[in-house]
């Protein structure tokens, strides 16, 4: 059997062959390829390559500018905004209720819607509540009713602002502006005059009486005024019967009918 015996590197002709000078050239040619190379890799052109790539680079720009534009105007916004802190509701409200007093400081639903926002800050709840907003009645109160002169006669603001007062005054301080009040002479003012000497209980059963006969006795003679005296004599009495002393009792009887003949 003939077996076929492949040249090796020490046989004649592969010696020969090597030896044989070069007929390719193995150095990388200068020659570039059609489509230049970018890192590596041949960019093949597209149909309308070139005019995407164009607005691709229109659009980034745009966008680029567009955000740095608004970057520098919410800066600035922001600068701005910084300087300006946002009113409340309750705030709003305020502001425009003290604008509708400087167009108009007449206006008494105004003034009380004033107050009774004020008061809304502090809950009768809270701590030191009483003192709080009478402090705070005190104050919006007497701007009102120094506002105008038509406002000084005024029972609401005047009947506030005494009941405000009669928390932190002292009493020779209550008393002093209880007197200007009743100089205004209207029948509530005389009633809640009345409704504060019984409460303080000044002098006793007596005292009282004495105090609503000063009140029968300044109280006009115009129906109004008749219909001021049925009140007082009407508080008396309840009064005398709150104090102990029945209705049906001879002291009562002769107290009160002592206080109707003297009034």
């Given at each position: 059997m003939y077996l076929l015996q492949l040249p090796t590197l020490t046989d004649p002709s592969s010696r020969a062959l090597l030896a044989v000078a070069p007929t390719r050239s193995m150095i990388t040619s200068d020659t570039k390829y059609k489509y230049e190379e970018i890192d590596g890799f041949l960019r093949l052109p597209s149909r309308g390559g070139r005019q995407a790539e164009q607005a691709y680079r229109e659009i980034t720009l745009a966008a680029r500018d567009s955000d740095s534009g608004s970057d520098a105007s919410s800066e600035g916004s922001s600068d701005d905004d910084s300087n300006i802190t946002p009113l409340t509701s309750h705030q709003q409200n305020l502001k425009a209720l003290e604008q509708q007093i400087t167009?108009?400081?007449?206006s008494i639903p105004t003034w009380l819607s004033l107050l009774s926002r004020?008061?809304?800050?502090?809950?009768?709840?809270?701590?030191?509540a009483p003192k709080a907003r009478s402090e705070i009645s005190l104050s919006i109160l007497s701007r009102a009713l120094s506002s105008r002169p038509s406002n000084g006669t005024n029972k609401y603001l005047r009947l506030k602002y005494l009941k405000a007062g009669e928390e932190v005054w002292h009493e020779s301080k209550l008393r002093a502006e209880w007197e200007d009040a009743l100089k205004v002479g209207q029948v509530d003012i005389w009633m809640e005059w009345l409704e504060w000497r019984i409460r303080s209980a000044v002098g006793g059963i007596n005292g009282v009486v004495?105090?609503?006969?000063?009140?029968?006795r300044?109280?006009?003679?115009?129906?109004?005024?008749?219909?001021?005296?049925?009140?007082?004599?009407?508080?008396?009495?309840?009064?005398?019967?709150?104090?102990?002393?029945?209705?049906?009792?001879s002291t009562s009887t002769i107290m009160l009918s002592t206080f109707i003949q003297a009034s």
């Open positions: 167009s108009d400081s007449s004020t008061l809304s800050t502090v809950p009768p709840t809270s701590k030191n004495e105090d609503a006969q000063r009140a029968l300044s109280l006009s003679d115009t129906e109004e005024g008749e219909m001021g005296r049925l009140r007082v004599i009407w508080r008396i009495a309840v009064a005398l019967q709150n104090a102990g002393l029945s209705q049906a009792s």
